[in-house]
Antibody
Framework: EVQLVESGGGLVQPGGSLRLSCAAS????????MSWVRQAPGEGLEWVST????????YHADSVKGRFTISRDNSKDTLYLQMNSLRAEDTAVYYC?????????????WGQGTLVTVSS | DIQMTQSPSSVSASVGDRVTITCRAS??????LAWYQQKPGKAPKLLIY???SLQTGVPSRFSGSGSGTDFTLTISSLQPEDFATYYC?????????FGQGTELENK
């Protein structure tokens, strides 16, 4: 059974940093691209970042470019999102999702989400 | 960047009704489009990919169509468990983008 479990969310002050993790199981993690998608309270879905299966290429939304970094450790079956210079508008539930292909695709499996709150 | 626009933003319908939701891309995306269903407090669920392919396990009352810039999601006979918010998403090019969502409410 495919499982994605996010962790690392919490309360952080503006300007602070946080690292999210997504532990994967039930599939060959190194064969799939992975994404982070976020949802601010009461709002819609926003794509944040994608990393290809090997980690060799990454893509970030303009809203987080230069502040967030997506990475993966295929030996640990774990996806990461390093978030720096956090702003109030980064407050959201962050989901990790497996994509359907090695370098692109659709989110066919999702984690339960982890809440990040940026506030003083 | 590609903008995705859904309509309507919300729709009221009854069990048994046929419901159609529209998604328009700001430029051609071939058939690189997915539809997701999201219920409150839950993660999104993939319903349709490649514009018209039904994800495994999704009931056949859901269908998708379209290509280029205009796409539709149709629920042929609404069931109680279908009341939720629906999102389209393009996977044609990075940055990926979602529509703003369509809330399907019980009339």
């Amino acid at each position: 059974e495919v499982q994605l479990v996010e962790s690392g969310g919490g309360l952080v002050q503006p300007g602070g940093s946080l690292r999210l993790s997504c532990a994967a199981s039930g599939f060959t993690f190194s064969s799939y691209a992975m994404s982070w998608v976020r949802q601010a309270p009461g709002e819609g879905l926003e794509w944040v970042s994608t990393i290809i299966h090997s980690g060799g290429s990454t893509y970030h939304a303009d809203s987080v470019k230069g502040r967030f970094t997506i990475s993966r450790d295929n030996s640990k079956d774990t996806l990461y999102l390093q978030m720096n210079s956090l702003r109030a508008e980064d407050t959201a539930v962050y989901y990790c999702a497996r994509l359907t292909h090695h370098s692109y695709g659709y989110g066919d499996y999702w984690g339960q989400g982890t809440l990040v709150t940026v506030s003083s | 960047d590609i903008q995705m626009t859904q309509s309507p933003s919300s729709v009221s319908a009854s069990v048994g009704d046929r419901v159609t939701i529209t998604c328009r891309a700001s430029q051609g995306i071939s058939n690189w489009l997915a539809w997701y269903q999201q219920k409150p407090g839950k993660a999104p669920k993939l319903l349709i990919y490649a514009a018209s392919s039904l994800q495994t396990g999704v009931p056949s009352r859901f269908s998708g169509s379209g290509s280029g810039t205009d796409f539709t999601l149709t629920i042929s006979s609404l069931q109680p468990e279908d009341f939720a918010t629906y999102y389209c998403q393009q996977a044609y090019s990075f940055p990926y983008s979602f529509g703003q969502g369509t809330e399907l409410e019980n009339k």
